[in-house]
T-cell receptor
Framework: DGGITQSPKYLFRKEGQNVTLSCEQNLNHDAMYWYRQDPGQGLRLIYYSQIVNDFQKGDIAEGYSVSREKKESFPLTVTSAQKNPTAFYLC????????????????FGPGTRLLVL | SQQGEEDPQALSIQEGENATMNCSYKTSINNLQWYRQNSGRGLVHLILIRSNEREKHSGRLRVTLDTSKKSSSLLITASRAADTASYFCATVLSSGSARQLTFGSGTQLTVLP
């Protein structure tokens, strides 16, 4: 059963706490992405990674960190520096890697809803 | 502001009718994609149209692209209650990162049975 999984489905964060959202894919995709979605809004790119051990900031990277130690995994940490973390977080992957020629579609996980206590 | 903007923000139609959603963007694109999102779920890719294409079909979906007007439309024919969802356009720019999709704010479609 191939695809992208995200866990947990719901996550509660206390003030000053760092929390980590998991994203795993078994599609053998090279590129992975993290997006944030606020109510009634589109998606905004937080970070993306084209290959293992490399990642790039997106439009709203402040207060977030990522790692890409394995091709299958791209965890996102929401740090205490992110003052407004309540949102729906979506992870995605795409087949293409490297170069300007690839404009592949992205495959999304089911999302994690982060709420602040 | 975002690269893609959908219009209308919300659309309510009866089952069997056609639904048309529009997307406008600002800078030159390599391709434009449409995605669907059911409430509280991830996005599902529907269709991709490249900058050198004008029209594309997939089942009940028809997408057009007018690069001179920097706009695209998504037509869903013979709509069903199961088509109720939010629909987003997303653009890949012709310059810059090959990876980045820039999403609009979406159209919420409600199909009434």
């Amino acid at each position: 059963d191939g695809g992208i999984t995200q866990s947990p489905k719901y996550l509660f964060r206390k003030e000053g706490q760092n929390v980590t959202l998991s994203c795993e894919q078994n599609l053998n995709h090279d590129a992975m992405y993290w997006y944030r979605q606020d109510p009634g809004q589109g998606l905004r790119l937080i970070y993306y990674s084209q290959i293992v051990n490399d990642f790039q900031k997106g439009d709203i990277a402040e207060g977030y960190s990522v790692s890409r130690e394995k091709k299958e995994s791209f965890p996102l940490t929401v740090t205490s520096a992110q003052k407004n973390p309540t949102a729906f977080y979506l992870c995605a992957s795409s087949k293409d890697s490297g170069g300007r020629g690839g404009r592949e579609t992205q495959y999304f996980g089911p999302g994690t809803r982060l709420l602040v206590l | 502001s975002q690269q893609g903007e959908e219009d209308p923000q919300a659309l309510s139609i009866q089952e069997g009718e056609n639904a048309t959603m529009n997307c406008s963007y600002k800078t030159s694109i390599n391709n434009l994609q449409w995605y669907r999102q059911n409430s509280g779920r991830g996005l599902v890719h529907l269709i991709l149209i490249r900058s050198n294409e004008r029209e594309k079909h997939s089942g009940r979906l028809r997408v057009t692209l007018d690069t001179s007007k920097k706009s695209s439309s998504l037509l869903i024919t013979a709509s069903r209650a199961a088509d109720t969802a939010s629909y987003f356009c997303a653009t890949v720019l012709s310059s810059g990162s090959a990876r980045q999709l820039t999403f609009g704010s979406g159209t919420q479609l409600t199909v009434l049975p």
